[in-house]
């Protein structure tokens, strides 16, 4: 706290999202020039990378996700425009976002791709991690919902990452499910078995995403993704502020400046926002049952149809694993809590 | 998360403070329902100790603490009578609160006495320590702003308060300014040197009030302060239905049933808040500089005044250690500041 953070040497790259995973607390309808001036903040604060895609990666604008109020590639033209020094990152998921999209943003001028599957099916990443190493992009892999398979999984799993060519793997924690201890095992076992550095990306919904990225650090992590003002779906993603300032008082040094942080958090970022993040019983109840984001909808329906109550339905499909496109399972879950009144 | 948590023995005895602490969040103005409602609701859930009071304690309705909006024995009995298991406490700052306080809420039926002293002012708490012995009280120490001084001076302050009488002694981070490495020194400190259990009262300031209580457990803490929905001044207190909900699933026996203090926090204590809790700008520089919130108004004026940053007032502060009493200072720092400048 007493020497200015930013004259050590950072002790791992901060990838601020928000505004790609922080759209989701804003629909998607980000305009150009909120855009230009989170980037322009984060820019001027240090921020290493900075990641703007729809909430669900590039392609994302759809009924199904949500269409982005304004086209994600203007977007990430004024954003790469904006950045002085920051990469411009973009976030893809196979299958939501197909090759051509990573053509179009390297010619924008991004230099960063995240290829993103769930934590089990990393071989649909490596075609597209390939592309973006053709591209003469950083390739970084990212591993969602990672709660929901063992260690040694995972790791098997980055390792088709960094097989195929990655030069970052993340431990994603989708649901924010994960803890202290489950993000020490993870991140232990990924250190230990990658050559490549390591990653974690937290959310809040058990109100540990600070303590869970400081945790990722102190085994191993070289890389934090954050979002400003913690905007995000539902709890949001860990507060790039807060996190910066914790690391600053803790003597980790970040490479950013924590009151041009702070100061973008309260003045940029938050007055976009159209809600506080908070931990509210949807958000708690999706990290404690350890479910995606989507069945919140589906299950809420559910519930009400069936008598039966919401929470034990999430509860129930975390402990069965169930995973998106599964949502057929929501009804059989709640009919069988129905049967056992 | 298998098994229901209120089977195993508790691992630790929470305090909801939700009626004290939390009540700066509605600037003191809980009605008779709202208590008797709140109390219910954790009464319900098995919260074991449910404290009320006026914010700052017995006897701070004020002009210098503000008003209650209603008298808090009239809360405190409400409480007492609603609550089944519960325990009712009260806490006092001796100077704010005096003796026949004491005495009036021990009619009022009310089981446990806090008494709060800044955390090196132990001393000051001997005289009220011994009153609530000698009525038949369980007496609780508590010491404030815990991380202005060190984790041996915090142990010599607790060993006064245990030598007064005190069945328990708390490490309280008023400032929220507390990191997991700082809890582990103090926490591991008291333990090992007390002959009574050590209680931590975490705010969440720095975003690890959940992360700082579960800290406090892994070393030997016996005592958790929370409030529901994360209700308190500022940032808020470590919020009880998050950290339940994280014990369970990490296997903490909390004797408190996990779904219905997440309802009691989405359907009682929420729709009864002014505003939502948040790490802001304020209160993220409360932690980060590790000052009282009271400083917060005087620092801005100052800034305004002196044209310096409020960022930095606060930091300086945070640094010469400067309790309450001394706002004077705040205007010496901004001085040099803009002499600096």
Known sequence: MSAPATAAKPAFRLTDSTLRDGSHAVAHQYTEQQAIDIVAGLDRAGVPVIEVSHGDGLGGSSFNYGFSGTDEMKLISRAVETAKQAKIACLLLPGIGVADDLKAVKDAGVQVARIATHCTEADIAEQHIGMAKELGMEAVGFLMMAHMTSPDELLRQALIMQESGADVVYCVDSAGALTTKTVTERIETLVGGLDVPVGLHAHENLSLSV?????????????????????????????????????????????????????????VVRPAMNRPQMVDRAALILGYAGVYGSFMLHSERAAKRYGVSQAQILIELGKRGVVGGQEDMIIDVALELAANK
Do not use: K, Q, Y
Request: glycine share 14%.
């Open 211 to 267: 303590a869970n990225s400081l945790t990722a650090l102190d085994h191993g992590a070289l890389h934090i993704d954050a979002c400003t003002g913690g905007a995000g779906a539902g709890a949001g993603n860990c507060p790039t502020e807060v996190f910066v300032a914790v690391c600053d008082r803790m003597g980790v040094a970040t490479g950013v400046d924590t009151m041009t942080m702070v100061d973008v958090a309260e003045e």
